[in-house]
Nanobody, 119 residues
Framework: QVQVVESGGGLVQPGGSLRLSCTAS????????MGWYRQAPGKQRELVATIISSGSTRYANSVKGRFTISRDNAKNSVYLQMNSLKPEDTAVYYC?????????????WGQGTQVTVSS
């Protein structure tokens, strides 16, 4: 079984910063990509940022220049540094880990962490 656990969400004022963390554990032993998605109330889930094992990254246009994704391969962990936060960044943020587990290749999701940007 694979566990993906996020942490670091919370309430922050506009213009503030937060750092999300995520670790994958359990029966996953080869992670190719990790990423962050988000879902705001009444909206579809959307990609925020991804990073592959080589370090190559991809960002949604809405967060470019404000968010930075990074990864610690040795710890099966991924981080999202969010700066200059806006109210429209308010959402539940989900972490994903894509890789090979004992049950085969798959994409594994965390339960999500709430980020609220409000004054």
């Amino acid at each position: 079984q694979v566990q993906v656990v996020e942490s670091g969400g919370g309430l922050v004022q506009p213009g503030g910063s937060l750092r999300l963390s995520c670790t994958a554990s359990g029966s996953i032993f080869s992670i190719s990509a990790m990423g962050w998605y988000r879902q705001a109330p009444g909206k579809q889930r959307e990609l925020v940022a991804t990073i592959i094992s080589s370090g190559s990254t991809r960002y949604a246009n809405s967060v470019k220049g404000r968010f930075t994704i990074s990864r610690d391969n040795a710890k099966n962990s991924v981080y999202l540094q969010m700066n200059s936060l806006k109210p429209e960044d308010t959402a539940v943020y989900y972490c994903t880990a894509e890789g090979r587990a004992t049950t085969g290749w798959g994409v594994y999701w965390g339960q999500g962490t709430q980020v609220t940007v409000s004054s």
